[in-house]
C-alpha cells in the first residue's frame, strides 16, 4: 500500500492550496481517510476525515469553515481544499486511511502517505 501526496507549497496568508492523496495497493472500502499535520516542535495533529460515502466528515475546529474534505473513491484519492490560509497553518501534511470508521486518531491510522510541505507566509 501506497499513498502519494501532492500538491504542497508556498503561499501567501489568505491564499489556497489544494492537497491531493492517491492511495494504491488495495481499495479501501468502509475505511475514513483524512489528513493530519505536523507543525516543527508540535506534536501530529488531526486536520480533516472523511467517511467511505463521503457522506461524514470530520473537522478540526482550526480549520472548520476554511478547509474542505472530499474524496472520490473510484480514484483512492482524498483531496484537502485549503482556503484562507493562514501562518499557523504552516506544517507538513499527512494522508492518512483509518480503518476504525470514527474521526480518526493517530494511534488508529493504519496507512500514512510520506507528507507534503505547506507554508503560508505573513
Known amino acids: 500500500v501506497q499513498l502519494q501526496a501532492s500538491g504542497g507549497g508556498l503561499v501567501q496568508a489568505g491564499g489556497s492550496l489544494r492537497l491531493s492523496c492517491a492511495a494504491s495497493?488495495?481499495?479501501?472500502?468502509?475505511?475514513?481517510m483524512g489528513w493530519f499535520r505536523r507543525a516543527p516542535g508540535n506534536e501530529r495533529e488531526f486536520v480533516a476525515a472523511?467517511?467511505?460515502?463521503?457522506?461524514?466528515?470530520y473537522y478540526a475546529d482550526s480549520v472548520k469553515g476554511r478547509f474542505t474534505i472530499s474524496r472520490l473513491n473510484a480514484k483512492n484519492t482524498v483531496y484537502l481544499q485549503m482556503n484562507s490560509l493562514k501562518p499557523e497553518d504552516t506544517a507538513v501534511y499527512y494522508c492518512?486511511?483509518?480503518?476504525?470508521?470514527?474521526?480518526?486518531?493517530?494511534?488508529?491510522?493504519?496507512?500514512w502517505g510520506q507528507g507534503t510541505q505547506v507554508t503560508v507566509s505573513s
Open positions: 492518512a486511511v483509518d480503518p476504525s470508521g470514527r474521526r480518526p486518531v493517530a494511534s488508529t491510522v493504519r496507512y
Open positions: 495497493g488495495r481499495t479501501f472500502s468502509n475505511y475514513v
Open positions: 472523511v467517511s467511505w460515502s463521503g457522506s461524514v466528515l
